[in-house]
Each structure stands twice: as C-alpha cells, then as structure tokens.
C-alpha cells in the first residue's frame, strides 16, 4: 500500500519569466516536500537555475505565486528568502576568501552581533564549530577560506544555511567542480539533512548522481514542466526521453566514413615527467578516441600538440611533412585547432561577446588589414550561431550569460571559424546537458563526413566507445592499449586504462 503523500513544504504555481524576448520559464509548477531530495533536470537552457534563482530570491518571477505550506509568500530579493528559511548553495561557492571560517558562516545574518555591540568571538567559533560537526566536517573555523577546496567552501555555505535555520535548501550543480570522494562526502551530509526533514532542490546533470540521491525528480523541457516521477518507479532512458523527447539510443551519431590520408603522426612523443613513446595517428574523416584515468597524460599530450607545453622528444609530422609546433600560432597555421578541457578559464571571454568570442582566434583571416569591423565580425558569428544552433538574443550577448552547452558551441564555433584540417577536441561534452550533448556529436560526425581529423579525449566511457574509429589508451603516461571500433569494450578499455598488460595491443 502507497504511504499517504506528504504536504508540500514550498509549491510554485503558475512560474513564468522573461528576459527581454526570451521566455526561459512558461507556467512552471513545482512542489517540494520536507524530508525529501526533489532532483529537477532538464538540457541547459530548460530553465533548472532560473527557477532555482527565483525561490531563491536572485529573480523575480514575471508571474505566478510561492506558497509556504499552504500560504503564498513574496520572495523579492535573497534577504526575504533568508527570512523565510531558503538557502541557495551555487555551483561556485559565493565566500569571502579573506574572512575566516566562521565569519564566512554568520556573515550578514549574525544574531550576536548588531551594529552598537561587540562580537563574541569565542561564542562565535563555537557555534561555528557546532555547525560543522553537525555535518561531519572537520574545518578549523578559524582557518580563512583562502586555500580551500570547492568542496569545503560549500560545506562552509552549507555550515551558513544552518546557522539561518535554513528548512529549504536549494543546490545548484553542486558537485560540477567534485572528486568522487567529495562528491560521497556531499551526499552523506545531504541524506543526514534529508533525514532530519529538510526539503533540498538538487540540480546535477549527472544521471547517475540523481538517481543516487534523489527521491524525486522533476523535468523541464524548453522552460515547460514535463513530468515529475518518483525515483523508484523511473528509469534513465524514461528521464532522458522526457528531457529531450528521444530515445537512448540517438545518442551516439556515427557514420561509417572510409579514413584518407594522415593528417596528423606522432613518433614516439614524450614530455619530460609527463608523457613518453607516444605513437598515433589521425586520418582524414576519422575520429580516433584517446581513454585513460585522470593524470594519465591524456590532455597533456593535447597540450604538446597543441604547443601550449611543448613536446621535448619525438616527432610530429602534419599532412606529410615533418613540424615542430613551439606555440599555439604555430598550431594554428598548421591547421590545428584546440578546444580545451576548461573552458571558463582556457576556452572562454565570458565578459565578451558572441561574436567577439568567435573571431578571437581569426581576427588575422577576418581583418587582414588589422582593423576590425564590428558589423563583419557579427555577420560571421551569426553565421555559426544558425549553424550550431547557439540559443542567445543575439550575437551582441555576453558569453558569461549563457548556459554551459552553449558555451562550449561558442568555444567550437572559435575553432571552426580558423577552418582547421584537425581538431582536438578535450572533454568536448563535460558539463553539458545530455541535449547538448547530442548536438556536439552531430558536429563531430558531420566534420569527419566532411574529412576533418578528429583527436577524440573523453572521460565519457560510453562517448569515447560511441563516437571513435579507433581508440588508444594512455596510462601514466604510456599508450597501452589500441583498439579498433569492433574490438573495444568498457571491460577491455578500463582493463587498458589501469595498466593491466593482457589488454594491450
């Protein structure tokens, strides 16, 4: 017999927002129970945050109503939210590295401390500590922020929701920036906040995560409520079907192209400490997958042939001839093209715009004559943003105010405005939205029709398999294990991956 269902802690009804004439949210509804992990999934840009941020006071709806428990509420800015027991954790945690642990903890909603009152320090370090230990975390709330890992500042702004008796606590890709251990860590002091009642709004795109943890998980689909299932009685391939409206098996777009001539061969490559004896090669129309645990040397070789850290032994041979690539211009002009594993910090303007992001790497094709001209500049951007599908206002907008999967098209849009023969492409699908996902492997399949060279580095098992000709693996360093399409499997590739020397080829 089904338990009796809990009343709703929070509910939204009716959620519609616009920014100018983008509609990211329509009629949205949402209910969250107290005890209870209620997962929202969607694609980037299905409107996840944005209904986050309106709970949590960052927008304000255009229309409809909050209720808490049975009574509608105004939630005009993140003070009022505080008020009424809303926490919201960002994927990068908003803390003062400057100030200590517990200052961070009690900032802005201290209950000791007024404006004519001195502050109690020992009875601050010592509710700071309650706190902390109330989640397991051993941090000295003395210590300063500086210096500390992503996971332990958000268990510091975790440490701040209790402190303001935070019933509602919402989590914005709180483990994007997680090892597997902080990310076990995080979920165990998520379930103990569960079990003592209260109601957490998790946001992952991570499957398997969500289905660790939630106990409900509701779907957003171009800013429309979709469904919402209970964990138990779902499945993966049902919740990808309802966040995209297709199957699984789409996912993994690869069509049979017979390889041309060499593109790229590398000779025994190796960089001091890094990598050694690295041999492969890319052929015109063919992907080829490089697997390997993190630190195996994968991106650094990337890196090498990509002349950001130079190869300090070996060959690299472009098209036939024989190169030495000592920098990214060199690179460059060899019609090689890098898109990088970060790409916030290595791939991105976020301040700049579309089109100013898309001609970075080109201003010298576009503008021979050195001046740039700004309406060119957006013509060509527009070009790719049809193309790729890029979801924005326009090319005018900053790139920093798109979501993740647009992004990364912005960082391939880069690289194809150079018209590269091979591309290197670095955890292209970290991060994204598994519909976005898709759209990446579509361009990929459609280079490789078209004869690029596709140099393949993917943590995805599954990507890496779906997607590549032929697949090589690096372990510390070291290629060992070649397989082709038809002989790889998970078993074979991980076996590759952690050394063992029966799967080496």
Request: charged share 25%.
């Amino acid at each position: 017999m089904k338990a009796p269902q809990r009343v709703p802690l929070l509910t939204a009804r009716g959620i519609t927002k616009a920014f100018g004439p983008v509609t990211v949210l329509r009629d949205v509804g949402f209910d969250l129970r107290r005890g209870e992990v209620h997962s929202l999934m969607g694609e980037n840009g299905a409107g996840k945050s944005t209904l986050l941020k309106i709970l949590g006071g960052i927008h304000r709806a255009d229309e409809g109503e909050i209720l808490l428990g049975e009574t509608p509420v105004a939630i005009p800015d993140p003070r009022a939210a505080q008020r009424h027991g809303i926490a919201l954790i960002h994927q990068e945690p908003l803390t003062f590295p400057d100030l200590d642990v517990a200052e961070n903890i009690f900032l802005g909603h201290d209950r000791n401390a007024s404006f004519f009152s001195l502050i109690n320090w020992r009875r601050r370090y010592a509710e700071a500590r309650a706190l902390l230990d109330s989640l397991g975390v051993k941090l000295d709330p003395r210590a300063k922020v500086f210096g500390l890992s992503i996971a332990d500042q958000q268990m510091v702004e975790m440490a701040g929701a209790l402190s303001q008796k935070a019933e509602v606590l919402l989590m914005d890709e709180p483990t994007a920036s997680l090892t597997p251990d902080e990310v076990r860590q995080l979920f165990a002091i998520v379930r103990r906040l569960r079990d003592q009642g209260t109601a957490i709004v998790f946001i992952s795109h991570r499957l398997e995560e969500v289905f660790e943890i939630s106990d409900r998980i509701t779907v957003l689909r171009d800013g429309r409520h979709v469904a919402t299932r209970e964990r138990s009685e779902t499945r993966v391939d049902e919740v990808i079907r309802l966040m995209v409206g297709r199957p699984l098996s789409s996912f993994y777009e690869k069509s049979a192209v017979k390889p041309g001539k060499p593109l790229l061969e590398v000779r025994q490559l190796a960089r001091r400490d890094r990598f050694q004896g690295i041999d492969l090669e890319v052929r015109a129309g063919e992907i080829v997958g490089m697997a390997g645990l993190v630190g195996a040397g994968r991106t650094d070789v990337a890196r090498a042939l990509f002349g950001i850290a130079p190869a300090t032994g070996g060959e690299i041979v472009v098209e036939g001839r024989a190169v030495t690539i000592r920098s990214p211009a060199d690179a460059i002009r060899l019609g090689i093209a890098l898109v990088p594993e970060d790409r916030q910090q290595h791939g991105l303007l976020p301040p700049f715009s579309i089109a100013q992001n898309i001609s970075a790497a080109s201003l010298g094709q576009l503008f021979p004559n050195s001046w740039i001209q700004p309406k060119r500049e957006t013509a060509a951007a527009e070009t790719f943003r049809t193309q790729l599908k890029i979801v924005s206002r326009d090319a005018r907008q900053e790139t920093r105010e798109l979501s993740g999967g647009n992004q990364q098209k912005v960082v391939l849009a880069k690289w194809l405005q150079t018209d590269p023969t091979l591309l290197i492409l670095d955890e292209p699908t970290r991060g994204i939205d598994i519909g976005a996902k898709q759209e990446v492997h579509h361009l990929m399949n459609e280079l490789s029709k078209q004869g690029k060279g596709i140099l393949l580095i993917s943590s995805d098992l599954p990507e890496i398999l779906g997607m590549s000709d032929r697949i090589i693996v690096l372990c510390e360093g070291r290629v060992t294990g070649r397989f082709s399409r038809a002989e790889a499997t998970p078993e074979i590739i991980m076996a590759a991956a952690t050394g063992h020397k029966e799967a080496a080829r």
